[in-house]
């Protein structure tokens, strides 16, 4: 008896021809298996060939042996071939999808806003030195915005904010509503309700009715700052001031108080920052032919603002400051027109 007329034999070809088609991954791999074991000379079809020379009772045990691998392997071969076109398909999807060798897309992240990153460090400034940040509305009654700031009705003063009205000033409104001209009416609504000792920052957008130009918007920024206590003096205006200003502008700086007018203070100043030039370069720190620049109006709180919001001015006192965080950033980066802050050009934007 040939030894491929065995059952034993057959089983060992189907075990040898199991462990080879799973080693197939490609079609390719898989129709030369099938050729090799079930083709016309395959291993296989060679041993069924053999079973018509065999003895009537071996050619039942080992044909039907046979004939029950041949059908195995069949199937085995499909499912061998489903799942190698599966795997083709997903890594073709994938490689579709992801071209691991291309770059990125870059995704845009945004910054702060320059106002907004100059604000924040105005208000850490003042913050670090036991200053609140507080706000207060936009849409401000002319009570808090004039009146009670010593700006009465008709006072000429009130030239030096041309103001946007929300309902036009009449002789019967004692109320009309306007866009704040300023950030001081937060002076009377902070000291209405806090008692002394007070100290607060006031960030917060303004409104005027004017033409812009280079250095004017109708819509801007202020910060504003009050401090009142018992005792508290222009000495300590000053040295909150000046603190403030070597911290935004650096240890080298010196400042300059001026009289200024400012209705709801006396006395009334401006202060300014030195920008002498560099005796070696011969260069200015901003790039203005000026010794001092301008930063912000501040003075000792009037009495009759005091008076106005139940304070005793023989008690307390206080000092009370205002200035553009637009034009500190002008005045930092040499930034030439104000305009710019506001007309969302990203070229200007992304500089910051
Ligand atoms: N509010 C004033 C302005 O807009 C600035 C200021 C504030 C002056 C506080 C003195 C004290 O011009």
Redesign the pocket.
């Known amino acids: 008896m040939p030894d491929n007329a065995s059952v034993s034999h057959v089983e060992s070809v189907r075990d040898a021809a199991l462990a080879e088609l799973a080693a197939a991954d490609t079609a390719e791999q898989i129709e030369a298996w099938r050729i090799a074991w079930l083709g016309r000379r395959g291993r296989l079809t060679q041993v069924l060939r053999g079973v018509g020379g065999l003895s009537p009772d071996e050619r039942r045990s080992v044909g039907s042996a046979a004939n029950r691998v041949k059908s195995l392997l069949e199937q085995a071969r499909a499912e061998r071939q489903d799942a190698v076109a599966r795997a083709k398909s997903d890594a073709d999807d994938f490689t579709d999808a992801i071209d691991v060798t291309l770059p990125g897309w870059p995704t845009p992240v945004g910054g702060l806003h320059p106002t907004t990153q100059m604000i924040r460090e105005i208000c850490d400034a003042f913050g670090s030195m036991g200053f609140d940040v507080v706000e207060g509305p936009e849409v401000e009654w002319d009570l808090y915005n004039f009146e009670m700031l010593n700006i009465p009705k008709g006072h000429a003063a009130r030239d ?2 041309a103001t946007l009205w929300v309902d036009q000033p009449d002789e019967d409104d004692d109320y009309p509503m306007l866009m704040r ?4 009416p937060m ?1 009377i609504r902070t000291m209405q309700e806090r008692k002394p000792p007070i100290r607060v920052i006031v960030p917060g957008k ?1 409104y005027r009715y004017e033409a812009t130009d280079a250095t004017h918007e109708w819509h801007f920024y ?1 910060v ?3 401090a009142v206590d018992r005792g508290i003096t222009f000495a300590d205006l000053k040295g909150t001031l000046y603190e403030f200003a070597r911290r935004i502008f650096g240890e080298e700086r010196q400042v300059r108080f001026r009289c ?1 007018y ?1 209705p ?2 006396e006395p ?3 202060m300014s920052i030195s920008n002498f030039k560099d005796p070696q370069t011969g260069k200015r720190p901003i790039n203005r032919d000026e010794d001092w620049i301008e930063i ?4 000792m709180v009037h009495p009759k603002v005091l008076e106005g919001v139940g304070l005793d001015p023989q008690i307390y006192t206080g ?6 965080p637009e034009r500190i950033s002008m005045l930092k980066y040499g930034i030439e027109d104000i305009r710019l802050f506001y007309s969302n050009d990203l070229r200007f934007l992304n500089q910051f």
């Open positions: 030096m904010w001209t300023q950030t001081s002076q303004c202020q504003e700052g009050l200024d400012f709801f203070v009334g100043v401006d912000l109006g501040a003075g000092f009370a400051f205002g200035m553009g």
